[in-house]
């Protein structure tokens, strides 16, 4: 049995409200899945091999839950267009590169590098419509060490015809072939991905729906970014009174379902995602660089939904979840704003949680280093930086979040395993 | 006479509205000041050595316009608390410390080589009120390569009695000693600081607006910055309409004046501001960050207001430039959303120019690489990141300012000499 032991300031986002910090503890893993965290080594492991840390902090990694990885090559870029305009001008022109397998492989081999390095090892992630590429993100996933889900893009309406857009039979076979080939992953797996509903016919959103439920898939997709976006779906499904209703009459809606943006879904809305279960999926910075809106995720969070957080780069321009947990609480901050100071905002716990135990939960595990999940972790070290007083580890936690510091993180872990060693 | 020639793709922010672009250009500097930019090298420099940096981004350098140096061990930390309390809980305690002046010597060096590395090279910062600290500040900075001006802080009430206040008669005294010794700087030159009004006594006001005249000295201080803050100054100054009216009628309140935040200057302020040539300092993360509300910036532009940009370190979260003009862009589609999309935002080309020409006017200087500026410059390798097709160097550029680019910047110029080379 292979036993892993971490010593250092341990912290441990147990609940929204409450950081559990361990001073000169251990965190300890046997396969991979850890046992606890204790302040003192356990009597069973005496003699085990102790990766001393001294007063480093060791902190759980990150879940990013809503990325595109095609828009990689594009990130930081295009920032002045809305929504509608962006996706036609950069977006689509930048995923139809994705045709070429090579190309691929080396955008993808350095995304996967730069997400372990920067200590996310959960992903739900969209990649392009090309079957190929998408097994390919999902190899260069794998091999750097990150898990989670991947999702081939569906979209055989609205795109770009000639450039990237499938027809419905080849959406169809093209899914069913990628699906196929998803068998020998161990740690990342197969998202069924509708990109947004003006993408795709009813006649695809129904296969996808009836593949869900065969073969038993989560889903992701976008809801209620932009209020032009919300216009043209309310035109495409007279039918459905709100956004949401046109994934859920297709059986897309559900507990295994991520629904990126939400900015502007309102009571009802929010209220349908409560009940399904559904993961509503916060990208602060990308609403504010497209002018999409703010969304109200401490209304969200009071409401008892479940939120995570997403990089959503291109839309976002930030790849570091530090970065990603900033902007939340930022605009979470613009939002208690513009709501007349009524609304809370996110506190540093609070957005921590969001980025941490909120996105593990997705994938089945218990809030903060629970006994039982599997080892996600990122060692820091942020001794260089000057301080003016002894600070406790919640303020090193909050200067961690908000405070670029390079060369900080020493060694990240993904699933029991050490993926990355700094220097 | 020394040449300078830096060769590559020179981008020169002219107007708000228009980069000027050379690629394959020649930047030229002769004794430090620049003759201009050439899209072939002129005949008279034939010979002379041109540093080539292929086709490596030159770019004016920043010029940061508010900051509080001893607030940066603070970076990133106590940022749930709104302005007046997070002053007298983390602020004032951190400010404090400077009473050593080992300790000042040790903060300051590492503070100037941060900007230098990041590429700040002009700044308008305040100090604390100890005046050795101060004097170490402007030796640090100036041994760094960084230019601008530095103020000892005036606080004579308001502050944290025993720990960090002055009388009356020691901040005149004090001020006085640090102005005689300011005489040996060549590059760094002392601003009038008056913390912001609740901080400083009638009498210490009328003093220093009297020693601004008397010794042609420019202020700087903050305004309008919340609206707690705003209802103390209404209580303290009964007298005064508005805020700046506090400033005015004490002599502080002319065009070499510099004020902070202005987050809720309405038309009859900011009318106060144009009419006296005064400069506004938007801080858009710090201004997010505590809470204070979204200055409307491109709405000051629009009216013709003198604008420029600062990292209000330790309010803002980010001492690089890049960073804070990527806030400040965010930060004005905040605005956009709050404003019912009826006002702009502040584009790309907007943002660059705020953070570089429009602070660098300030100091005399015409915008862009003009003829007759001094030579501030960015030399930046950006060719480490993925691309899906060639970029044009307005891409690149704004590229720049929102992608995170560990160690693009490869050398800084700061008044015609080379301060910093990476690697």
């Not at 991979?32 to 001294?54: R, S």
């Not at 898939?217 to 495409?236: D, G, I, Y």
């Amino acid at each position: 049995m292979a036993v892993t032991i971490l010593k250092g300031t341990i912290v441990s986002a147990r609940s929204p409200e409450r950081l559990d910090i361990t001073e000169n503890g251990y965190l300890i893993a046997e396969n991979g899945v850890i046992t606890g965290v204790f302040p003192t080594l356990p009597e069973q492991y005496a003699g085990a091999p102790v990766e001393d840390w001294g007063n480093a902090l060791i902190l759980q990694s990150f879940a990013d839950l809503h990325l595109h990885a095609p828009q990689y090559p594009m990130l930081g870029m295009g920032m002045d267009l809305p929504l509608l305009e962006w996706l036609n001008t950069y977006t689509f022109p930048a995923e139809a590169r994705f045709a070429d397998s090579g190309y691929a492989r080396t955008v993808y081999r350095q995304l996967a590098r730069e997400l372990v390095e920067n200590g996310t090892t959960r992903v739900c992630m969209f990649s392009s419509l090309h079957t190929d590429a998408t097994l390919i993100l999902m190899e260069e996933l794998e091999r750097a060490g990150v898990t989670g889900y991947v999702g081939k893009v569906n979209m055989d309406r609205n795109g770009a015809p000639g450039l990237l857009q499938e027809t419905t039979e080849e959406s169809r076979r093209e899914t069913l072939r990628w699906l196929g080939a998803c068998g020998d992953f161990r740690l990342v797996k197969p998202i069924l991905t509708p990109r947004f509903t003006p993408s795709c016919t009813d006649e695809l959103m129904a296969f996808l729906g009836g593949l869900a439920a065969k073969q038993d898939l989560p889903v992701q997709s976008h809801l209620s970014e932009n209020q032009a976006e919300m216009a043209w779906v309310r035109e495409l499904h007279p039918d459905c009174l709100q956004y949401w209703e046109t994934y859920a009459k297709y059986g897309l809606w559900n507990d295994r379902t991520l629904m990126a943006h939400c900015v502007w879904s309102d009571q009802r809305e929010r209220a349908a995602m409560k009940e399904a279960g559904v993961t509503v999926v916060h990208c602060a910075d990308s609403n504010q660089n497209l002018c999409s809106g703010v969304a109200p995720v401490r209304t969200m969070l009071k409401e008892g939904l479940k939120v995570a957080l997403g990089s959503d780069i291109a839309g976002g321009d930030h790849l570091s979840m530090f970065d990603v947990t900033a902007a939340a609480i930022r605009a979470s901050k613009a939002r208690r704003i513009m709501d007349g100071w009524e609304t809370d905002f996110l506190t540093v716990p609070e957005g921590w949680y969001l980025a941490t135990s909120a996105g593990a939960a997705y994938f089945g595990e218990q809030p903060g280093f629970a006994a039982g999940n599997p080892l996600h972790a990122i060692v820091l070290q942020d001794d260089r930086l000057p301080q003016s007083r002894p600070l406790t580890a919640a303020e090193r936690l909050e200067r961690c979040v908000y405070r670029r510091q390079p060369d900080a993180i020493r060694a990240v872990f993904s699933a029991g395993r050490k993926v990355y060693t700094a220097g």
